[in-house]
């Protein structure tokens, strides 16, 4: 799929199945690798990231087996400690391997990330973690990393910043290190606390997830577990996002609303009517939404993971509003896509200003990154005439297939292979 199709002004109705969490389903696949035995997930998304992680895990020795949603990692015959450079490049949250891979092998090899489209993403905090449990990292030329620890040991680590990665990639190598590790300024996502409960399911001692101060007992030896990867919460809250643009009603199946934050609440207060059930969350939206302005946050703050798809809702709100982007500095790419679709946005700094208007206009357009190519769909449902997004498989990173699933909802949508 490189080109979606939309034909917009279709009211949405209908219920969908919300896929497994991307950002759950990757940390969970690297703690894989601390047991010498088997790990088995379910509800893993059929995405590119998982894939691209698969590929990683299959380089370096693991037997990984894909079937449905049903991934089986066999870690016993770990072979290799150096994650090669593409892989790096294709997925920068590679670098949760690091923890893992010392703990388990005494050494690794990896790259620096690099910059990308949505900000600098610098890994300070990683190596900060790391080398506090006792890694030797040594930053060699050619962007290279090069980590060893004999015997990673439990240590206090304050985090200045909640990041989501170093808290995970910390965690990974602190559950069999020697000793107990507390990790103050903790990221509190849903996605820590999923791969905390499947660690615990593994024999590690973990307390504290969900919370700023995560506390680990290192344990000598995990064993064989199987679990559950949860709803992608980013991805709800996308389909969310969509019946606030084009208006009708969803539910969406999979999902625990409550992982949400606050996304519900403030879509109740733009005029949606919420229903949260035990199995999902429901959401009906009748004319233009109210404008609001917000920032985004570390979790429970509104996720800068959903700041582009609420920059399309904005677009077609019935009165002004700003979202200032306080986690990732280059996060606007999706805003001059939308001005093609005749959005009224101005970016300054860290800030977009967006002045609603009603419907928008169906527009040639490039998918900048993989929320902001969701965001795209997002605002062609409220665009009169038809909407084509290239360059959508960046949208594959994280969506198993948002062509199916809005035209579950009653979208005019369709994917074009060739371009
Ligand atoms: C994860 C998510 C991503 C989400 C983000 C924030 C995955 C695979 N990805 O990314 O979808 O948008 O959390 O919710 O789970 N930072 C540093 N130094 C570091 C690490 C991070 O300065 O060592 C900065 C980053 O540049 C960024 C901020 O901290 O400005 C947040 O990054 P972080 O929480 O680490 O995000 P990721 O784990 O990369």
Do not use: W
């Amino acid at each position: 799929m490189s080109t979606i199709q939309i034909e917009g002004l279709r009211p949405l109705r209908g219920e969908i199945a919300v896929q497994g969490s991307k950002n759950a389903a990757l940390p969970m696949m690297a703690a894989a690798i601390l047991h010498k035995g088997v790990t088995v997930l379910e509800h893993v998304p059929r995405i590119r990231d998982v894939f691209c992680m698969i590929d990683i895990l299959k380089t370096m020795g693991c037997r990984c087996e894909f079937e449905g949603h049903r991934l089986t990692i066999g870690a016993q015959t770990l072979s290799r400690i150096a994650i090669p450079r593409s892989y790096v490049t294709a997925m920068r949250s590679s670098i949760v391997l690091l923890g893992p891979f010392l703990s388990r092998c005494g050494e690794a090899a990896t790259y620096y990330p690099g910059g990308c489209s949505i900000g600098s993403r610098p890994i300070d905090l990683h190596l900060y973690g790391l080398r506090k449990l006792g890694t030797e990292i040594e930053e060699r030329g050619d962007d290279k990393i090069a980590a060893r620890a004999e015997r990673l040991k439990g240590c206090e680590i304050v985090f200045p910043y909640p990041s989501v990665g170093a808290t995970e990639n910390v965690l990974l190598a602190a559950v069999r290190a020697e000793g107990t590790t507390v990790i103050r300024g903790a990221a509190r996502e849903p996605e820590i606390e999923s791969l905390c409960r499947m660690l615990n399911g593994m024999g590690a001692r973990i307390r504290g997830q969900g919370t700023g101060t995560i506390t680990v007992e290192g344990v000598d030896a995990l064993h064989d577990s199987e679990f559950r990867v949860p709803g992608d919460r980013i991805v709800a809250g996308t389909y969310l996002a969509a019946v606030m643009a084009a208006g009708g009603r969803a539910f969406l199946r999979g999902i625990e609303a409550d992982q949400l934050a606050g996304v519900p609440e403030l879509f109740a207060g733009m005029g949606a009517r919420i229903r949260r059930e035990e199995d999902g969350i429901g959401i009906s939206m009748e004319g233009r939404p109210a404008a609001v302005s917000l920032e985004t946050r570390p979790y429970p703050g509104f996720p800068t993971d959903l700041q582009s798809p609420m920059l399309s809702v904005l677009a077609v709100s019935s009165g002004s509003g700003q979202i200032r982007e306080t986690v990732f500095e280059g996060r606007f790419a999706a805003a001059e896509e939308l001005k093609k679709m005749g959005a009224q946005i101005e970016i300054d700094g860290r800030t977009a200003a967006v002045r609603g208007r009603y419907p928008l206009e169906g527009a040639e357009v490039d998918a900048p990154d993989l929320r902001g190519g969701a965001a795209l769909a997002v605002a062609a449902l409220a665009a009169a005439g038809e909407t084509r997004i290239r360059e959508c498989s960046h949208i594959l990173r994280g969506y198993e297939d948002i062509c199916r699933d809005l035209r579950l909802l009653g979208a005019g949508i369709r994917s074009n292979t060739s371009g």
